[in-house]
């Protein structure tokens, strides 16, 4: 099949999508009494209705909204089954602008998997979310709009008997009467933390769910080209990637971001990459119950296990008193304990973890154990997710990037980053690269330093993007120097 067929078949399948997904909706309305709004909607078969003119602008136009919508889904979704379709037919390397076609153009160039690694391990790769409410719709509009297109994913079984047939027709009729009950977009004009919930949405519940498929394909389209996938297995390999974000920090020109505004929000953007650190080393623990009567677990494990069992003391006793007979979940499960904000009462917090290094370090740790044992595809499938997750979200989720007219740059900063003289305590940063720290213990670091990047001229205004950076007070000038280049 080539391309031409492709895609002839693809738009066959749009139009399909498109007169199902509409008669689902026309059929909502219908049923809840919109008879002349029913057969106004576009794209669908009109009946003897639609010709009386609609008493409220207001309903036609949140109608017409949501048809809107539901085109944009399909077109999507038609797009994902379209590329899966060339994949399935033409391989890997056909899609245009894909890992698979620039890999092979790099090979083709005489460049081999050495040299496309060391280029790799120079990508920095941050996009920002703006604290500029371009986002109309409300966050829990937005989930029902996921639930809708997992769902249409899920109709793509072909497998499926009438019945199951009909239970998915019903449920996406539901999400339907959902959306048009609760209404699309805000009717007044979103706050500070509307801006940061909406934010804090997509960085706890869709990113890190991308993140692990957007490595498979580079792995699957490494292997195409001809590549050793067992290089992209070592920790730093991928390109490194982070997030950044403008909302509760901007203040150029926002008058209600004040300064315990950004402590809340780096406060939460902290809590927030915890929260999925402990749930991704939970659901790690269930998987890692290796019991030591079927392969004996290496002597680095064994001594990690009972240093960080005394060294956490009664929450590590605690911990070590469940699957006594699987090292390796363990030694899972007195990571989570050692989670900073996540410890038992009674544990003090400076066993905790500081930085995230620390943590991943501990991962490799479990690494090369499971390796020594020969559990490759358990590091492949069960941890290497983790510790990903760990590089590229940190302890902080996203690194908080404000902005401010020049000359009055550093004025705003002091009302919540306090001197070394009106705060007693050593600094407790979570590494030069973070852009945050740790905001939960109430130390605030003495000593900081901001990078400063050109961005604008506006008229007479210069505006700066100020990247946060934190480093201990104990630091020469010659590492600032070096993590400043290195971030």
């Not at 080539?2 to 999508?17: H, M, P, R, V």
């Not at 003119?53 to 077109?75: K, R, T």
């Not at 929000?265 to 790690?284: F, M, Y």
Request: glycine share 6%; charged share 25%; net charge positive.
């Amino acid at each position: 099949m080539n391309k031409d067929q492709i895609t002839a078949l693809s738009l066959e399948k749009f139009y399909l999508d498109l007169n199902f997904i509409m008669a689902c909706f026309q059929e909502v309305l219908r049923e809840l009494g919109e008879i002349d709004l029913a057969d106004r909607l576009p794209w669908v078969t009109r009946g003897a209705g639609g010709r009386e003119p609609i008493d409220s602008l207001d309903v036609e136009l949140q109608a017409y909204a949501l048809a809107f919508q539901l085109l944009n889904m399909v077109e999507e979704n038609t797009a994902a089954q379209t590329r899966r379709m060339v994949e399935n037919q033409l391989g890997l390397l056909d899609e245009y602008g894909l890992w698979g076609h620039r890999l092979a153009q790099l090979r083709r160039s005489g460049l081999g998997a050495p040299e496309i690694l060391e280029i790799f391990s120079r990508v920095h790769v941050e996009p920002v979310l703006t604290a500029h409410p371009s986002e109309a719709k409300r966050a829990s509009v937005l989930e029902q709009h996921r639930a809708l297109y997992l769902l249409f994913v899920e109709r793509e079984n072909n497998l499926w008997t009438k019945s199951e047939q009909k239970s998915l027709r019903d449920e996406m009729k539901a999400v339907l009467e959902r959306l048009w009950r609760t209404g699309e977009i805000l009717l007044e004009k979103p706050d500070l933390s509307g801006e940061r919930r909406n934010m804090m949405y997509y960085l706890r519940e869709i990113f890190p769910q991308v993140l692990p498929r957007l490595d498979r394909r580079l792995k699957h389209s490494w292997e195409a080209v001809g590549f050793d996938s067992s290089l992209l297995d070592e920790p730093g390999a991928m390109p490194r990637l982070s997030f950044g974000t403008w909302v509760g920090g901007d203040r150029d020109g926002h008058a209600m971001v004040t300064a315990d505004v950004t402590r809340e929000t780096l406060q939460q953007l902290r809590a927030s990459a915890l929260d999925l650190h402990w749930e991704n080393l939970r659901v790690l623990a269930q998987h890692l119950s290796l019991s030591d009567f079927r392969q004996n677990p290496p002597d680095e494990l064994t001594e990690s296990v009972k240093r960080l069992s005394e060294e956490l003391g009664r929450a590590g006793a605690k911990a070590m008193a469940r699957n006594t007979d699987e090292p390796w979940r363990q030694f899972v499960n007195l990571m989570r304990v050692k989670l900073p904000g996540r410890h038992d009462p009674g544990l003090p917090p400076p066993t905790s973890y500081r930085r995230p290094r620390e943590l991943h370090e501990d991962l490799k740790l479990l690494r090369r154990s499971l390796l020594a044992v020969n559990a490759h595809r358990l590091v492949a499938i069960d941890l290497m997710p983790v510790m990903r997750a760990v590089e590229v979200f940190g302890f902080h989720l996203a690194s908080s990037t404000s902005a401010k007219t020049a000359g009055s740059t550093t004025r705003p900063w002091p009302s919540f980053w306090p001197s070394a003289a009106s705060r007693k305590g050593s600094p407790t940063p979570t590494g030069p690269r973070s852009g945050a720290w740790n905001c939960s213990s109430g130390n605030w670091p003495r000593r900081a330093r901001f990078a400063r990047t050109w961005t604008a001229w506006r008229g007479r205004r210069r505006r700066f993007s100020l990247a946060i950076r934190c480093w201990p007070s104990t630091s020469s000038r010659a590492d600032r120097r070096a993590s400043a280049r290195s971030s």
